[in-house]
Structure formats: structure tokens, C-alpha cells
């Protein structure tokens, strides 16, 4: 995905001079953090990839109830996951990638989402094992194009008895 990591090295860059953090840059995460501008939901991976975990929180977590944007549930849910910046809750890192499982997107993030809350279903991270309801999302993420669900539903089905 080079236009990812173009966009991430934008994000991260920073002018060899020392900025007053009074005097944010535009490029800087920091001045996205309370911005009512969608291309904010970007920043919270750069404010979590420089160990600006809470400013990433907030954002992710201003997104979500801006535009239910299934990009930074993945992120906050994946801090939840970790217990980065945030206290390890996997049933609630479990309820967003189920929220963001049903939500239909223009970027595929959702069937990111589908693939990811499959899994949970299948290890009965953060929700009780359920394998039938894990198929259905990964075929569904499968179908989609992702890779990795496919993957992990030929592991899931080779090995049921």
C-alpha cells in the first residue's frame, strides 16, 4: 500500500526546527485533535505510532461519534485489544469491530472488520466462541477480497472434525 506509507511518512514528518506546541503545524497530529475535519481520523495513527496514545484515543474516539468511521474503530479497538494507552478490554475491543463488521464503508475498512471480528468469534476473544456466526463473517470478508479470512476459514474448516 505505498499510498498508505506516503501518507503516513506526510503524517510523521516534522520541519527540522522545534515547533512551540503552542504553535502546531498543519501536518502535525496535534492539530487535528480537536478538529471537526474527517482527514483527522488519519491522525490518530500517527498521534498512537509516536506514543501520543491519549490524543489518539480522542480522536479515534471523536470519529466514531462524528461519522461512525470504521477506520479508527479498527485502531481503537486494536489499543483495547493491546491495553495501549487504554485499559485491555477485548469485550469492548470485541463491540467495535462488531460495530464496524456491520457498517458498510467506501474504503473496505468494514471488511476488515468482518475478517477481524470472525476471529473473535472463532477464539471467543471478547464474546462468547460462537464458530458458526465466525464462518459467516470470514466468508463474507473472504468474498470481499481479504486474504487473511480466507486463510484463517481453510484453517478453521481443515481442522473440524
Request: charged share 25%; net charge negative; hydrophobic share 40%.
Amino acid at each position: 500500500m505505498p499510498a498508505v506509507a506516503l501518507l503516513l511518512a506526510l503524517l510523521l514528518a516534522t520541519p527540522a526546527q522545534a515547533q512551540d506546541s503552542q504553535d502546531e503545524g498543519d501536518l502535525s497530529y496535534k492539530a487535528y485533535v480537536h478538529s471537526d475535519k474527517r482527514i483527522k481520523c488519519l491522525y490518530g495513527y500517527a498521534a498512537d505510532k509516536t506514543g501520543d496514545h491519549a490524543a489518539a484515543v480522542a480522536i479515534f474516539e471523536d470519529c466514531i461519534r462524528r461519522w461512525n468511521d470504521v477506520y479508527s474503530m479498527i485502531w481503537l479497538a486494536q489499543l483495547y485489544e493491546t491495553g495501549i494507552g487504554v485499559t485491555k478490554d477485548l469485550v469492548q475491543a470485541t463491540a467495535l469491530m462488531r460495530r464496524g463488521a456491520h457498517t458498510n464503508d467506501d474504503a473496505a475498512y468494514a471488511r476488515l472488520a468482518r475478517y477481524h471480528y470472525g476471529v473473535a468469534l472463532a477464539e471467543g476473544r471478547g464474546t462468547p466462541r460462537d464458530l458458526p456466526q465466525a464462518k459467516t463473517w470470514l466468508r463474507q470478508a473472504a468474498q470481499e477480497g481479504v486474504r487473511e479470512a480466507a486463510d484463517y476459514l481453510d484453517r478453521l474448516e481443515g481442522a473440524a472434525p
